[in-house]
């Protein structure tokens, strides 16, 4: 009760709650800053300020002070009354000093406190809810009786008339503990599914996000080991740069010095030349016969110097060229260096791979590199051999593939039928268990009408994307089990992976037919 009371004296007589931002006018009452400011707006009108509670006149409109204090006594109280501040309903019977409800009574729709719900007990046996204020879906609609029995045919709560007169005659019913109780256990089987799937959900998201660090830590280290690689190649091709340089600063240094020695040397017969010249046009101006004549014979015109000049009078020196084929295998040699050297650090070796002559089929053909193979019109007439194909179109490579990662393109020419792929030299020769994808020694992938199919023990899977580039890359990782086919369009696009434990050597395998053509590019 001092609780309520308490509350009385706390409560805004303008909204009867609680004080919200508390102020109070020179007469000395409180009032929520909102309620006092709504009364005072009103009676602006008349020219005439009054306080609600006393009726003090004030000829200005009064100033409004804030009280702090009364805030926080309020804040208090509310925090220690956390029932009544949530339900707001109070005890129907505490009229002068309102406590809070603790229970209502259906029957006698009423709201009880702890005291007026003891007595209430003793004299009555009725069905006591949660305190409310309406009972609207407590009691039928139709009848105004208290719902006191389910209907699981209609799914309705109903009472005492509605199955014994109503809509609901002749119904299966339960009393509503009963239902509730068999509700409550099917929830409860619910709430044991939701958790067990809770449980897995969590733990599939544990996964996906240690599988999502995972990737973010492996593509940390690749763009790392990426970057270290493009350094390197940085540094091979500044080498590359002096060497190619400086072979022709070195072809440049030879040539220009034995141009220059020449120049040297002729310059030097040319300086001769012109004093014996130079001789002879002043004798030639000498009157005297006799001075003339016993002066030495330099009527001898040389055409020598072909000893100082090395024969040839510099002409050989003038044909002097670099040599431009030196430099460029110089330069290929260093960049053939480099892609080895990437190759090596990415794990990844390009196999020198040759078709063999004695597995192709009657209707195909290979080129003379052995790179190439098409399907023709015409019976090649090839001799019977134990390892050709005699069913389908196709051709093996010479060497297997048995461990490391390898890499390598091939090119259709997008004509006619291709399947290219990988295989166990122990694939059949002849029947429907020769062909490429129909057995579980082979691998490939399909491409015709425009679309790609992946095909493994004649189990074809097509694939979403549509042919965009000829070229395609195909990448082997013989331990791990993969075998990856990628589209080489810009950018290069992943087309499908096979994952299988591999137990023998992969060869090269082509299917090919109606003027198909497939070219190996190592």
């Not at 956390?82 to 259906?106: G, N, Q």
């Not at 023990?457 to 694939?463: D, F, H, I, Q, R």
């Amino acid at each position: 009760m001092a609780s309520a009371e308490l509350r009385d004296e706390l409560n805004c007589s303008i909204c009867l709650s609680l004080y919200t931002d508390p102020v109070s006018l020179r007469c000395g009452h409180f009032f929520c800053r909102s309620c006092i400011v709504s009364a005072l707006d009103a009676q602006e009108a008349a020219g005439v300020y009054s306080c609600p509670d006393c009726r003090a006149q004030y000829p200005e409109r009064p100033a409004l002070e804030k009280n702090h204090k009364l805030e926080n006594i309020v804040e208090r109280f509310s925090s220690t009354q956390p029932e009544m501040e949530e339900t707001r309903i109070f005890c129907t019977y505490c009229t002068k000093s309102p406590a809070p409800a603790v229970r209502t009574c259906l029957q006698c729709e009423t709201s009880l406190c702890h005291k007026h719900l003891t007595a209430h007990n003793k004299s009555v046996n009725h069905n006591l809810i949660e305190p409310t204020l309406t009972f609207k879906g407590q009691k039928c609609s139709t009848h105004n009786e208290l719902l006191k029995y389910y209907c699981p045919r209609d799914d309705a709560c109903i009472c005492v008339s509605c199955w014994v007169a109503g809509d609901h005659k002749g119904h299966d019913v339960e009393l509503l503990d009963v239902a509730t109780e068999r509700r409550k256990k099917k929830m409860r089987k619910c709430l044991d599914d939701l958790s067990l799937q809770k449980v897995k959900s969590h733990t599939r998201i544990q996964n996906l996000q240690d599988h999502k660090r995972k990737i973010q830590e492996k593509a940390s280290d690749k763009r790392k080991n990426i970057s270290k690689i493009f350094m390197d190649i940085k540094k091979q091709l500044e080498m590359a740069e002096k060497k190619a340089l400086s072979e022709v600063s070195r072809q440049e240094e030879k040539i220009v010095s034995q141009i220059s020695h020449l120049i040297q040397k002729l310059e030097i017969q040319e300086n001769k030349l012109s004093r014996k010249m130079g001789h002879m046009e002043e004798m030639c101006g000498v009157t005297d016969p006799i001075t003339l004549l016993q002066e030495s014979d330099i009527t001898e015109c040389s055409h020598g110097g072909e000893e100082d000049t090395g024969g040839d009078g510099g002409e050989v020196s003038s044909e002097e060229d670099l040599d431009e084929v030196l430099i460029s295998l110089t330069l290929h040699q260093s960049m053939r260096d480099i892609v080895t050297n990437v190759t090596s650090q990415l794990g990844v070796h390009v196999p020198d791979i040759l078709l063999d002559v004695d597995t192709a089929h009657r209707w195909v053909t290979l080129s003379e590199d052995l790179k190439t193979a098409t399907g023709s019109e015409e019976n090649q007439k090839k001799p019977e051999s134990s390892g050709r194909f005699m069913t389908y179109s196709q051709v093996l490579s010479r060497c297997g593939l048995s461990s490391g990662g390898h890499y390598w393109e091939v090119e259709w020419n997008q004509k006619g039928i291709c399947f290219i792929g990988l295989c166990y030299p122990s694939i059949e020769r002849k029947g429907k268990q020769s062909g490429i994808g129909d057995n579980d020694k082979s691998w490939c992938l399909h491409m015709y009408n425009g679309k790609y199919d992946a095909l493994h023990n004649s189990v074809p899977l097509t694939l979403s994307v549509k042919p965009m580039c000829p070229t395609l890359g195909l990448f082997l990782d013989y331990e791990a089990g993969r075998l990856s086919f990628y589209e080489l369009c810009d950018p290069i696009r992943h087309l499908h992976t096979f994952t299988a434990s591999f137990t023998e050597p992969l060869h090269v395998l082509f299917y090919v037919t109606d003027e198909a053509s497939v070219t190996i590019r190592s």
